[in-house]
């Protein structure tokens, strides 16, 4: 493997078409303000290297990335490239990671507007992430100890599992399919509006209209706060551990709360079960027609 060391670069396409190489502690900044230093290269490794010009990694197959600064003129660093590894970096600049496949990011620091968008097989590890349209339109997605701020996340994703995350977004997990989510917290208004096939496993769950028009919704052993106006036309089987604050018109399935402020059902077509366990453990099932004729 040839090596590059301690070197500054700011022509066009400064390493275009690099096979076996690695660059250590090198600059890619200066005056000509080329782009594409890494276009179309094979086997690539990266470290300990700044990144203050655009599009640096694109098309590259076989590339690892270590201990290195995106800055946030480092725009569209990384797209169109596979087998990817990156570690202890900053990725600060919009839209880093786009239409790439197999990638592991691990213990990073993203700032980047609209990151990851249509990727493919993407283990994120001890990273945290502030972004819009966080990771849309992906698949395939492992994540553990991801502490995300933004808004707009994981919308329209498929296949995702998701361990001991923080979350604190908007709009998270919309029209996403087959998503199991375990031991997080999840914080934002309007979660996971039609999706189908979510999992949600001792979760913690804050803020308004959660969970609504979903299909194949699952919830065990969830805490749920602040939430009202849940679950609405939604096909859901729950097991809730706390006090939900208002429960409106699921459309089929068993939500089972321990208390519960105000359950509204005004829609025939809301089939749904909620029960309330009491507090010494007597049940009241509450259904469409029971309420209607109680």
């Known amino acids: 493997m040839k090596v590059i060391e301690n070197q500054t670069f700011d022509m066009e396409r400064a390493l275009y078409g690099s096979e076996e190489l690695l660059v250590q502690n090198c600059s890619f900044d200066g005056p000509a303000d080329g782009e594409s230093a890494f276009k179309e290269g094979r086997n690539i490794k990266a470290a300990h290297c700044f990144f203050n010009l655009r599009y640096p990694f694109w098309h590259d197959h076989g590339l690892s990335i270590q201990d290195s600064e995106m800055t946030e003129l480092c725009r569209a660093a990384l797209w169109y490239s596979d087998h990817v590894e990156i570690t202890d970096t900053k990725l600060h600049g919009i839209k880093a990671l786009r239409e790439c496949s197999d990638v592991v990011v691990r213990n990073c620091d993203i700032i980047s507007p609209e990151f990851g968008w249509s990727a493919r097989g993407i283990r994120m590890e001890d990273t945290t992430a502030v972004s819009e349209y966080f990771m849309m339109r992906s698949e395939d997605l492992v994540f553990r100890s991801v502490e995300f701020t933004g808004k707009y996340s994981f919308q329209y994703i498929k296949n ?74 939604s096909e859901v089987d729950a097991v809730i551990t706390t006090k939900v604050d208002s429960i409106k018109n699921p459309l089929s399935g068993c939500i089972s709360v321990p208390e519960m402020g105000e359950l509204i059902l005004d829609d025939e077509q809301a089939k749904g079960e909620v029960i309330v366990r009491g507090s010494e453990g007597m049940k009241a099932v509450c259904t469409a027609q029971a309420y209607k004729t109680a």
């Open 160 to 233: 995702a599992t998701f361990e001991n995350c923080v979350f604190d977004t908007k709009d998270a997990f919309w029209h996403g399919e087959n998503i199991i989510v375990k031991d997080s917290i999840i914080k934002g208004e309007y979660l996971a509006w039609y999706s189908e096939g979510l999992t949600l496993i001792r979760c913690k769950i804050i803020g308004t209209q959660p969970l609504c028009y979903c299909k194949n919704l699952k919830l065990i052993d969830c805490e749920m706060v602040d939430t009202d106006l849940a679950f609405e036309k």
